[in-house]
């Protein structure tokens, strides 16, 4: 087993074909442009490793899988996001590898997106905590969920949770098809380790063609996800919406306390 460190991912190799890519980011966990560019340097070296078939995707803080996007980056820094992402969405939609998001905690916004992107999640029964509470920022998922939960839990319930900005809890997420399953927190490491072990162990042909064959049927174009990231970044700009987000960071927004412990209560 080998691990590296990165400033905001904890990268692992196990024996035996796959990888853990362990999310670090203090306080909170957002996603920013270190996070995404990290990731995306991690999961293109595996896309093209052959000796790698299965990544999970995990945190290092048991109550933030991933707060949300970093709504509080510069021009600049978001100018950087969009081809991190990009890179993030082609490797985790590619055959070549199978990617399990072990969650914990609060996942909203571009955090709950990055475990949509996975082929699987599996969430802590007691701590996971999902939404997606973009459109109280005046801004809507502009990373893979528009695209994404109607496909896992159908229209309604995908609108349900996007226009209402609301979370919900792990049994709620198990129930409508948001994770595959809600697992006592002391069983979350064994049962998702196991089963990457187990994948990994099988031939990366066969794993291909199955993952390939399932994706041809659900998954949205390329193009579909490109456009959504293009119009976030574009309502992230604009004036009425800076200043929503103004506001929101002066009231509490990305600091370590009531404010992001409740959003979207």
């Not at 709950?112 to 801004?139: H, K, Y």
Request: with cysteine; glycine share 8%.
């Amino acid at each position: 087993m080998t691990t590296r460190k990165t400033s905001t991912v904890t990268v692992t190799e196990h024996p035996r074909h796959w990888a853990t890519l362990r999310i670090d980011n203090p306080p909170l966990n957002l996603l920013d442009d270190r996070v995404y560019g990290e990731l995306a340097v991690a999961l293109e070296r595996f896309e093209s490793d052959p000796e790698i078939h299965v990544v999970v995707l995990e945190s290092a803080d048991p109550e933030f899988f991933s707060a949300h996007f970093d709504v509080s980056l510069t021009p600049e820094q978001a100018g950087r996001v969009g081809p991190a992402l990009a890179t993030i969405m082609r490797a985790l939609r590619s055959p070549r590898l199978v990617s399990i998001a072990k969650m914990r905690g609060r996942a909203r916004g571009g955090g709950n997106e990055l475990a949509l992107l996975c082929d699987m999640r599996f969430g802590a029964a007691e701590s996971l905590i999902i939404g997606q509470p973009e459109v109280t920022l005046r801004l809507f998922p502009g990373g893979g969920a528009a695209q994404l939960l109607p496909a896992l839990i159908g229209r309604a319930r995908a609108l349900e949770l996007i226009l209402g900005g609301h979370n919900i809890d792990a049994a709620t997420a198990e129930r409508y098809g948001v994770i595959n399953r809600a697992i006592p927190d002391r069983d979350l490491d064994e049962y998702v380790d196991t089963l990457a072990a187990r994948i990994a162990e099988f031939d990366s042909v066969a794993l291909e063609h199955a993952k390939a064959a399932v994706d041809r049927r659900y998954l949205s174009p390329i193009a579909d996800f490109e456009l959504d990231v293009a119009a976030f970044r574009n309502l992230l700009r604009s004036p009425e919406t800076s200043a929503v987000i103004r506001d929101a960071l002066a009231a509490g927004l990305q600091t370590r306390g009531p404010y992001e412990y409740d959003f979207g209560n």
